[in-house]
């Protein structure tokens, strides 16, 4: 079965920047989505359809993808993006997510 | 503003039911196709079923096929999802979500509603 593969933990300090990888088998060939998720909150969509950003997220936050291979890129990245962040694909007529990785900024 | 409520979870035995239930307001419900995605605690996103605009497409994830059951009433602006043979593993936050077009992204979610399964 298809399976999306992120790193479980990323570090970075304030202002540098951050890049989450997501892998699976062909993902250049999906749209890849990529979701926010902080303490007891819900998901928050930050980039879909490999490189777009939805209204309200911060222009640091790009995506893109290629290969095998799917990347969230922060620039300049902010406390306050301190995360768990999931990629998401879709393979056939089954929604995958990445095992999530959590950000932490220090 | 787009808005989904769910309702319905709680603590249940293992081998027992649950309804859940996802009022959708803010939209029109009958032009979004939905899904529930769940997070067991401490652990990742894991989607669990779709169903069309229309209803009449639904697809599951293997971990629930043939045990939980999607549905929806357009009329009411509701999703629904009947949970049967419920096992330990079940346990976690329940969200609905709203995808963008097919195949799309979950453009919005619940707050989530939290199952227990244990005895």
């Known amino acids: 079965s298809y399976e999306l593969t992120q790193p479980p933990s990323v570090s970075v300090s304030p202002g540098q920047t951050a890049s989450i990888t997501c892998s699976g088998y062909?993902?250049?060939?999906?749209?890849a989505f990529w979701y926010q998720q902080k303490p007891g909150q819900s998901p928050v969509v930050v980039i879909y359809?490999?490189?777009k950003r939805p209204s309200g997220i911060p222009e640091r936050f790009s995506g893109s993808n290629s290969g095998n291979t799917a990347t969230l890129t922060i620039s300049g990245t902010q406390p306050m993006d301190e995360a768990d962040y999931y990629c998401?694909?879709?393979?056939?007529?089954?929604?995958?997510f990445g095992g999530g990785t959590k950000l932490t900024v220090l | 503003q787009v808005q989904l409520v769910e309702s319905g979870g709680g603590l249940v035995k293992p081998g027992g039911s649950l309804r859940l239930s996802c009022a959708a307001s803010?939209?029109?419900?009958?032009?979004?196709?939905m899904s529930w995605i769940r997070q067991a605690p401490g652990k990742g996103l894991e989607w669990i079923s779709y169903?069309?605009?229309?209803?009449?497409?639904?697809y599951y994830a293997d971990s629930v096929k043939g045990r939980f059951t999607i549905s929806r009433d357009n009329v009411k602006s509701s999703l629904y999802l009947q949970m049967n043979s419920l096992r330990a593993e079940d346990t976690a936050v329940y969200y609905c979500?709203?995808?963008?077009?097919?195949?799309?992204?979950?453009?919005?979610w619940g707050q989530g509603t939290l199952v227990t399964v244990s005895s």
């Open positions: 998401q694909a879709w393979d056939s007529n089954t929604v995958l």
């Open positions: 062909n993902l250049g060939n999906k749209y």
């Open positions: 359809q490999d490189t």
């Open positions: 803010g939209f029109i419900f009958s032009d979004f196709h």
């Open positions: 979500a709203r995808a963008v077009g097919v195949h799309g992204h979950f453009e919005y």
């Open positions: 169903i069309s605009s229309s209803g009449i497409t639904k």
